[in-house]
């Protein structure tokens, strides 16, 4: 009789203890993402400032932007979660009560364990399936944003050089009417060196209504452009003087947002899920292997080893040759100076040449292999980053109950603190496994390795009721 009750007890127990981890773990995931948001923002602050861009161009921004760092603020919502809440539970003397009703931390925290596997499991299908769409979604819409140009607004007193080929200078503006007054204009459409240069005491400047085009009157001024290109030996070079009481010019400028072909980022290995990042892995391998073949058979057969620029005769006689047996230096020495020199500049020449195709085909192994290194990196941070949400919960929760202390003041500190610490690990391994200073598997599961074995600590220590802080 007594078991179903007790049975029954626990069950409730679990759904409070649910229940007051999930609100607190809503409220600190919005706010972890709005914090990595206003972060992100930053990085591309020059990129929105100044361009016009529509409301649903910024719309598009920050939902595919928060879409991308929904994986970032999950393990960190996890952690401060689980420490403000077992830390309410020690302040409130409620984890006392619980573990002197025999019930273990392992017991509490089961509840939430399942969870917080929930919330794995979502975080990894956010990372391999909807991230890598989010990812080209706002890799595109970054690249349109810096290909459009900015909003057009001329300062007073300055050359504004955000038309392309052109440099405009105003004096004075009068906002309200829009005329411009003392304007100054170059045109380097056809090189610096023969600038077109227009000069009108006022004018006024208008878009065109495809937003294609900027529409100059100009008023009372003078234009000057050389009628000849002009050269550094040139010292008199001809050019014409117009003078004007009106003028009206057409100067191209692209104003309107215009979106980049979402093709651009397929390569990219954040837009790839774990299928796609093994297949272009494979494929990238057997690229390199068989290009590595290919440079070796040409060293070996000794492709760069025979001069150029030799008769069939002479080459013939050279693979015939047994170079072992000639004396080199003596028939070095007995050669006219006319014939060293020759010798000498040859040889510097074909050295040169082989540096240079050595070079080139150098940077074609080594970008090969990076790629394959980011494409790695990226498959094994897609399980790092999940499976550290439980990691987290894991420092977290024992930690709470150790320090006894809820609310935003403490668990914030240790939060940040511990978050502060995973982040310069996982980094760092993560640059050491790209840069291929370490093997991948290694740079990638640093993080984890050393939060595995202290949230393994803490919880013992917790549930022993040992005393660590």
């Not at 085009?213 to 452009?225: A, P």
């Amino acid at each position: 009789m007594h078991e179903p009750i007790k049975m029954l007890r626990i069950k409730k127990l679990d759904i409070f203890i649910v229940k007051s981890f999930l609100m607190l773990f809503i409220g600190t995931f919005f706010i972890c993402l709005f914090i990595f948001m206003m972060q992100f923002l930053w990085r591309y602050v020059d990129e929105l400032v100044g361009k016009g861009l529509e409301m649903s161009v910024m719309a598009q921004f920050f939902f595919y932007s928060a879409l991308t760092l929904v994986p970032l603020s999950l393990p960190l919502a996890v952690l401060l979660a689980s420490l403000i809440t077992f830390g309410n539970f020690g302040e409130r003397y409620e984890l006392l009560a619980m573990k002197a009703a025999g019930i273990s931390l392992l017991k509490i925290m089961r509840p939430l364990i399942i969870l917080v596997c929930i919330i794995c499991g979502i975080s990894f299908y956010f990372q391999n399936v909807i991230g890598p769409i989010a990812q080209g979604k706002l890799g595109t819409l970054l690249i349109s944003m810096k290909q459009k140009s900015p909003e057009l607004d001329i300062p007073e007193g300055v050359f504004y050089s955000e038309i392309p080929d052109y440099n405009l200078k105003v004096g004075k503006k009068d906002r309200k009417t829009g005329m411009l007054y003392d304007v100054l204009i170059y045109n380097f459409k056809d090189g610096a060196e023969n600038a077109h240069i227009i000069y009108a005491d006022s004018g006024r400047m208008e878009m065109t209504a495809d937003k294609q085009h900027l529409h100059l009157h100009l008023y009372s001024g003078e234009l000057f452009e050389n009628l000849k290109s002009q050269n550094v030996k040139a010292q008199n070079v001809p050019y014409r003087r117009e003078s004007f009481r009106e003028k009206h010019t057409i100067i191209e400028f692209d104003s309107d947002f215009n979106m980049a072909d979402a093709s651009i980022m397929s390569n990219q290995a954040t837009t790839k899920s774990m299928q796609t990042l093994q297949a272009s892995i494979d494929s990238m391998k057997y690229v390199g292997d068989s290009i590595g073949r290919q440079y070796y058979k040409e060293a070996i057969g000794g492709v760069y080893s025979r001069p150029t620029g030799l008769s069939r005769e002479d080459t013939l006689k050279i693979e015939r040759a047994n170079m072992s047996l000639y004396n080199v230096d003596s028939l070095f020495e007995a050669a006219t100076l006319m014939q060293k020199q020759k010798i000498l500049s040859s040889a510097t020449s074909r050295a040169e040449s082989l540096q240079g195709d050595y070079s080139f085909k150098t940077y074609t192994m080594d970008g090969n292999d990076y790629q394959i290194r980011r494409h790695r990196t990226e498959w094994h941070k897609k399980i790092t980053i999940s499976l550290s949400c439980l990691l987290f919960f894991f420092i977290g929760a024992p930690l709470g109950g150790i320090i006894r202390k809820g609310g935003l003041g403490m668990p914030v500190i240790v939060s940040v603190l511990v978050f502060i610490i995973y982040y310069v690990i996982d980094n760092s391994g993560f640059k050491m496994a790209r840069d291929g200073k370490w093997v991948v598997w290694m740079g990638m599961w640093l993080s984890s390795s050393i939060l595995a074995p202290l949230g393994a600590f803490l919880t013992y220590k917790s549930n022993n009721d040992s005393v660590v802080l």
